[in-house]
Nanobody, 116 residues
């Protein structure tokens, strides 16, 4: 069974930085697409950033230029470096990995709170 575990969330002031990490455990060798979504209170879950195994990245317009996603295929892990954080970045952040059969796995989420 595959499990994803996120870490690195917390409370930060506006303009600050945080780094989120997510790693997979379980009987699976590699993943296709890996990424981050977030969900703010009262809002739908939205894409933050995704990265393919080859390293191609896609960012939402709201975070482009401030967030950087990276992955370590050998470790089955991804990071999200978040800079210049804004109060509107406050949300629960979820990592998600898609395997080569298009099955999606989700972490439990980590809270990011940006104070003004």
């Amino acid at each position: 069974q595959v499990q994803l575990v996120e870490s690195g969330g917390g409370l930060v002031q506006a303009g600050g930085s945080l780094r989120l990490s997510c790693a997979a455990s379980g009987n699976i060798f590699s993943f296709n697409i890996m990424g981050w979504y977030r969900q703010a209170p009262g809002k739908q879950r939205e894409l933050v950033a995704v990265i393919t195994k080859g390293g191609t990245t896609t960012y939402s317009s709201s975070v482009k230029g401030r967030f950087t996603i990276s992955r370590d295929n050998a470790k089955r892990a991804i990071d999200l470096q978040m800079m210049s954080l804004k109060p509107e970045d406050t949300a629960v952040y979820y990592c998600t990995f898609r395997d080569w059969g298009s099955r999606d796995y989700w972490g439990r989420g980590t809270q990011v709170t940006v104070s003004s």
